[in-house]
Nanobody, 130 residues
Framework: QVQLVESGGGLVQAGGSLRLSCAASGGTLSNYAMGWFRQAPGKEREFVAAISWSGGNTYYNTYYEDSVKGRFTISRDNAKNTMYLQMNSLKPEDTAVYYC???????????????????WGQGTQVTVSS
C-alpha cells in the first residue's frame, strides 16, 4: 500500500514562490505516475500537474493545467522517493489545498482525471495573499 505525504504549503504573498513535496512510502516511486491536484473552498478538486513514471528512462512526460503553465514545474527524485511541485509567480487564485496522488497501474491512467488515481495524500494548504 503506497502512502503519500505532502509538505511545503504555507502563506505567501502574490508573486512569491513555494515548493511542495510529496514523499512516498510503501512503494517504489519510479514505478508510478504521479500527479498534483488542488481544491479551493466551495470548488471541485481540479488537476494541476502530472508526471509519467520512469520505466528506467530519464525522460518524463509532464502535463499542466493551462492556468499554471509557465509558473509551476513538476519533477521527481526517484532516489528520494519524492515528487515536487515548484510554484512561482503565485496568484491569489492558486489558494487551495494541494494533494499529490498516484495511480495503482498505468493502463488506465489519464493524467488529468482524478478518478484514475488510487493513492492520495492528506493535502497541504497553500494560501496566497493579494
Amino acid at each position: 500500500q503506497v502512502q503519500l505525504v505532502e509538505s511545503g504549503g504555507g502563506l505567501v504573498q502574490a508573486g512569491g514562490s513555494l515548493r511542495l513535496s510529496c514523499a512516498a512510502s510503501g512503494g517504489t516511486l519510479s514505478n508510478y505516475a504521479m500527479g498534483w491536484f488542488r481544491q479551493a473552498p466551495g470548488k471541485e478538486r481540479e488537476f494541476v500537474a502530472a508526471i509519467s513514471w520512469s520505466g528506467g528512462n530519464t525522460y518524463y512526460n509532464t502535463y499542466y493545467e493551462d492556468s499554471v503553465k509557465g509558473r509551476f514545474t513538476i519533477s521527481r527524485d526517484n532516489a528520494k522517493n519524492t515528487m515536487y511541485l515548484q510554484m512561482n509567480s503565485l496568484k491569489p487564485e492558486d489558494t487551495a489545498v494541494y494533494y499529490c496522488a498516484a495511480p495503482r497501474g498505468s493502463a488506465y491512467w489519464t493524467p488529468r482525471l482524478a478518478g484514475t488515481y488510487d493513492y492520495w495524500g492528506q493535502g497541504t494548504q497553500v494560501t496566497v495573499s493579494s
